[in-house]
């Protein structure tokens, strides 16, 4: 059923390593508009620059707002809006960007704007991997990786935003002192659509080797090991379901948002897409009550793995022609297990386990330097879910029955590449028809946010949400054998 042409909405983003791209949806949950920015095809002057979000991001904002207004997207009905940001990305401000951001005139572009308003060129991204000794400062400070871990959630990881502030203020400190506000991605994003610095919310926060998980405010011992008066640079941390305020004048005029429209805190990708997964899954699981479902999504784990998808795509492009259609003939033409043959594809230093390396095993254990196209296609995949589970088991997760292991991104639309991972965990598989998970969480937030000081998903929705969202790839392995 269609939704009330006056009905609200609720828009999500999501500003990812390679697009920018917003889901709106109504308060039935249902998706009524999608529309993206491919950085590399649409703005192809920062090709090869894609994954800087200082550079980009409001050139894509301009890009992918003029395209919604376009398909005839009326922003005044939006209620409320909410996004994410790829993790582990930050953006320091300028001194004096706080009044050029409460003062954007709605009739120039957020390019022509903002210019000038970053102190600190090319920022750190999640790839950057080059604070190494930053980290093993970090480390030493805490009193050991195991403490650090203990207050912080994580041992020290060159990506993580403290360890990359930490080696700015030693190898750029003139631009750090000319900085009056660190955003990450997250919050820089929610700062253009705020007009004034957006809080940095917790679940991203945890990623910067900076946030006290316990105490929810920034570790007092961490601060003094990065960077001096780094709390002010930082702003106080606050929830994901946070309001903010209502979005800027500058989009009010600029796009027709009404002066109502509430801005949810923004957060990072990964724990987004998790998230909205999790919180299927619960549902299916337990049925009904909405409120204690969404609330205990408080803490969860996240692993993070370097070689995945474009490791998958150079494998794709040397043994399936370039085609992820012969990549899945390859997975269907070979059986599980492979024939014995297996692989362990570690093309750049990988986060868990740190290890670098490609190694190729045949069937009588012998390493070899190549195999068959298509055995290569299999190899890659099984070795990347046996790395996950073998990962998964040493964390003290073991593979029971009920067990269901959820699968999210661009990937997930890869039917072949997911009979695998339900082949490997030996569980059913869970995927949702979009695979902008990340988009879509954030346009949840966006509606929970707005109303969760009043009431919580009705179960009209809550259905919705689990028969529209979640889809099981079920593990036909019994029905395979038979066959
Ligand atoms: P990001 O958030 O970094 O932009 P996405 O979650 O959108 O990434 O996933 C993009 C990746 O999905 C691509 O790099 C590509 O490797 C992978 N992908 C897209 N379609 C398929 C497919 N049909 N089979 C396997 N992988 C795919």
């Known amino acids: 059923m269609a939704s009330a042409p006056r009905a609200p909405l609720y828009l999500g983003l999501d500003l990812s390593t390679q697009q920018l791209k917003a889901v709106v949806i109504d308060g039935e949950l249902r998706v009524v508009h999608q529309s993206g920015v491919q950085f590399d095809a649409e703005l192809p002057e920062f090709r090869y620059r894609s994954y800087k979000p200082d550079s ?24 409320a809006l909410s996004g994410s940001g790829q993790q582990h990305g930050s953006v320091f401000w300028r001194r004096g960007a ?41 480390q030493a400070a805490a009193g050991g990786a195991l403490r650090l871990a203990e207050i912080t959630g994580s041992r020290a990881y060159e990506r993580f935003t403290g360890n990359q502030i930490a080696k700015l203020r030693q190898t750029r400190a003139e631009e750090l002192q000319d900085t009056e506000r660190i955003s990450l991605v997250s919050s820089f994003a929610a700062s253009l659509f705020l007009g004034g610095y957006a809080a940095i919310d917790y679940s991203d926060g945890s990623g910067m080797n900076l946030l006290d998980i316990r105490t929810r405010n920034w570790s007092e011992i961490c601060l003094q090991a990065t960077a001096p008066h780094l709390d002010q640079l930082l702003g106080a941390p606050l929830p994901s379901t946070s309001v903010l305020g209502p979005v800027s004048s500058y989009f009010v005029h600029r796009y027709g948002f009404s002066e109502s429209c509430s801005v949810v805190a923004f957060t990072g990708d990964n724990p987004e897409g998790t998230r909205l997964l999790d919180a299927s899954a619960m ?33 794709r492009n040397e043994c399936a022609g370039a085609s992820w259609e012969l990549f899945s003939a390859a997975l269907r033409d070979t059986p599980l297990g492979n024939h014995g043959n297996i692989g362990f594809y570690f093309e750049t230093m990988e986060i868990t386990p740190p290890v670098i390396g490609v190694h190729r095993f045949d069937s009588a254990d012998c390493e070899v330097s190549s195999l068959s196209p ?86 009209p929705a809550l259905d919705c949400l ?16 038979r066959t």
């Open 283 to 315: 549902l299916v699981r337990k049925g009904g009550g909405a409120r204690d479902r969404l609330q205990c999504f408080r803490c969860f784990v996240i692993s993070s793995f370097k070689n995945g998808s474009l490791t998958r795509e150079r494998v």
């Open 56 to 79: 980009i991001s409001w050139k894509a904002l301009d890009l992918l707002l003029d395209k919604m207004k376009r398909a005839g997207l009326d922003f005044s009905r939006v209620r």
């Open 98 to 138: 706080s009044e050029t951001l409460k003062h954007l005139d709605p009739d120039q572009d957020l390019h022509q704007l903002l210019q000038d308003s970053f102190s600190v060129s090319d920022s750190p991204v999640w790839m950057d991997s080059s604070s190494t000794q930053q980290c093993e400062d970090l």
């Open 374 to 459: 298509q055995v290569e296609v299999r190899a890659v995949v099984e070795g990347q879910f046996l790395s996950r589970r073998l990962h998964a088991e040493r964390l003290g997760y073991s593979i029971i029955p009920g067990t269901r292991v959820l699968a999210t991104g661009g990937a997930s639309s890869n039917k072949e590449i997911l009979q695998v991972l339900s082949d490997v965990f030996n569980a059913p598989v869970y995927t949702i028809d979009l695979s902008d998970s990340t988009c879509l969480g954030s346009a949840y937030r966006a509606l929970h946010g707005q109303c969760a000081h009043s009431f919580y998903f009705e179960k």
């Open 466 to 481: 689990v028969s529209e969202l979640l889809e099981s790839f079920s593990l036909k392995r019994e029905e395979k054998e």
